[in-house]
């Protein structure tokens, strides 16, 4: 089975800063989708940014871009210029190409405080 | 167009009744599925739909838990005989297909007494 770890429970950043979050991985599989989403205070998940395994290049959007290290199943995001509307729960996620197995497998988050 | 929408957002019951939850989807995804998120935790997988079939279910999806999405629409999950261990937000997305990015609804908070 598919496990996903993000080590660092709380992690807290000076506004304007850049701060990166950890997550590692466990699969057998060779083909399959990473991602990071941003849950705010009032729950909503968003999706942040996704990665395809099978892509070398790690994807950006903005001032969110991620260290994608296959071999060694990591994939941490880097968040730069940090403003305070980035305070959330950040969780990894992982996920099968498609077909039969379709759900996202979660890490158990990483709570970002933004220091104004 | 609005996104996807969950009710109720809170529920309170006590041990032992049965509640219902209902997750209607952004329309034209044809993939909805649920998770379970309790506190401090991420979201846990329970099942998924593509239109009104249940292709996936969860080994957490135990006998007392039970979804339909009867039309390929909206969905309800319901889980009958609580317990206190059922308290949780209960999530729902939704995708237009296989692979694609899901989008999750504001989920509904469970607490049972």
């Known amino acids: 089975a598919q496990t996903v770890t993000q080590s660092q429970p709380e992690m807290s950043v000076q506004e304007a800063e850049t701060v990166t979050l950890s997550c590692t991985y466990d699969?057998?599989?060779?083909?399959?989708?990473l991602f990071w989403y941003k849950q705010p205070p009032s729950r909503q998940m968003i999706l942040v940014i996704r990665?395809?395994?099978?892509?070398?290049q790690n994807a950006t959007e903005n001032r969110f871009s991620v260290n994608f290290q296959k071999a060694a199943k990591s994939f941490s995001l880097k968040i730069s210029d940090s403003q305070l509307g980035d305070a959330a729960m950040y969780f990894c996620?992982?996920?099968?190409?498609?077909?039969?197995?379709?759900?996202?497998?979660f890490g158990k988050g990483t709570h970002l405080i933004i220091q104004p | 167009d609005t996104g996807v929408s969950q009710d109720p957002r809170h529920k309170i019951t006590k041990r032992g009744q049965n509640v219902t939850f209902r997750c209607d989807p952004i329309?034209?995804?044809?993939?909805l599925y649920w998770y379970r998120q309790t506190l401090g935790q991420g979201p846990e997988f329970l099942t998924y739909?593509?239109?009104?079939?249940?292709?996936?279910k969860s080994r957490l999806l135990s006998d007392r838990f039970s979804a339909e999405r009867p039309k390929g629409s909206f969905s309800t999950l319901e889980i009958q005989r609580t317990e206190q261990g059922d308290s949780a937000m209960y999530l729902c997305?939704?995708?237009?297909?296989?692979?694609?990015?899901?989008?999750f609804g504001p989920g509904t908070r469970l607490t049972v007494t």
């Open positions: 997305a939704s995708s237009l297909a296989s692979g694609t990015e899901q989008y």
């Open positions: 699969t057998s599989e060779s083909d399959y989708y």
């Open positions: 990665q395809e395994a099978y892509k070398q």
């Open positions: 996620a992982y996920r099968l190409p498609g077909g039969g197995a379709d759900g996202l497998t």
């Open positions: 329309s034209e995804h044809n993939r």
């Open positions: 739909f593509q239109n009104e079939a249940q292709l996936e």
